[in-house]
């Protein structure tokens, strides 16, 4: 563990205030390592998208969404671009209908401001008026922040595992059930109710949410929709397009400007 990430762990153990916020800012393919610390973290991905990779599957956290963590949960972090990080560290128990499980949440006008704001005031230790409202407010908003199906769940089964390793190296929209099935010497029947035991997800929900983890990152880096669609294996736009609705409620080009559908 590096000397400025045992640094900032030591900083969160021992500040005081239910909540204590910081930034970090990290190059392209900067790798944080398994770690693990007493207070929850909403984590906001500013700019830049982040990978989060616990024991229970990888989470991905594009720009402009936040990612919490349980406290004591170990957790890795690889950065997909520049990331611009804003953190919130939450002391257990210091609110009511708190998270208590690990997920993608999409951030509000309200939260972004909340949190740049409690950056700049790091802890609220001592304080009061205007920097312990601040801090309250972010306690009363996280349970009212949305979740994103953003996980991505992977089985413990080595044949299964393999299969989802390479479909997250190259999504493809062609493979179907009985391909899997038949790479595992399974029924299609057994090899349904093996992946969705393993993995709390169908095969077609999993491989979708694999596809968003591909796009969305390319998307974010300003990569044209037909050129992402085209490379993802779709045979056409509009096929890419109602997948990514289904999934997120907005076409492609509606969703990366934050507008929904309709």
């Known amino acids: 563990m590096s000397d400025d990430l045992q640094g900032r762990l030591d900083w969160i153990e021992t500040a005081s205030g239910a909540v204590v916020a910081s930034a970090s800012d990290f190059p392209d393919g900067h790798r944080v390592t398994p770690h ?17 990779s616990t024991g229970q599957g990888r989470w991905m956290v594009p720009a402009d969404h936040a990612m919490w963590i349980p406290a004591g949960v170990e957790h890795a972090v690889d950065m997909l671009g520049l990331v611009r990080m804003r953190s919130a560290y ?10 208590d ?14 949190i740049v704001e409690a950056v700049q005031i790091g802890t609220a230790e001592g304080t009061a008026g205007r920097a312990a409202a601040i801090m309250n407010l972010i306690l009363l908003e996280i349970p ?3 979740e994103r199906p ?10 299964l595992a393999a299969l989802c ?20 010497g399974m029924s299609r029947r057994s ?3 093996a992946f969705l035991r393993e993995t709390g997800l169908s095969l077609s929900v999993w491989r979708r949410q694999a596809t968003l983890f591909a796009a969305l990152p390319r998307l974010a880096d300003g990569v044209p929709v037909t050129t992402v669609a085209l490379d993802l294996g779709y045979d056409s736009v509009p096929a890419f397009t109602t997948m990514f609705r289904r ?9 990366m400007r934050g507008q929904p559908d309709g």
């Open 90 to 99: 939450v002391l257990q128990g210091a609110a009511p209908d708190l998270p």
């Open 165 to 184: 390793r390479r479909f997250v190296t190259t999504p493809s929209p062609h493979a179907t059930i009985d391909d899997w099935a038949a790479a595992c």
């Open 150 to 159: 953003f996980a991505l769940p992977f089985p413990a089964d080595p044949r």
């Open 247 to 255: 999934m997120l409620g907005a076409s492609p080009r509606r969703y």
């Open 144 to 146: 009212n922040l949305e």
């Open 191 to 193: 090899f349904t109710r």
């Open 36 to 52: 693990r610390h007493g207070r929850a973290q909403l984590l906001h991905a500013l700019s830049g998208v982040v990978m989060i």
């Open 101 to 114: 499980t690990l997920r993608v949440l999409a951030m509000t006008d309200l939260m972004r401001s909340l």
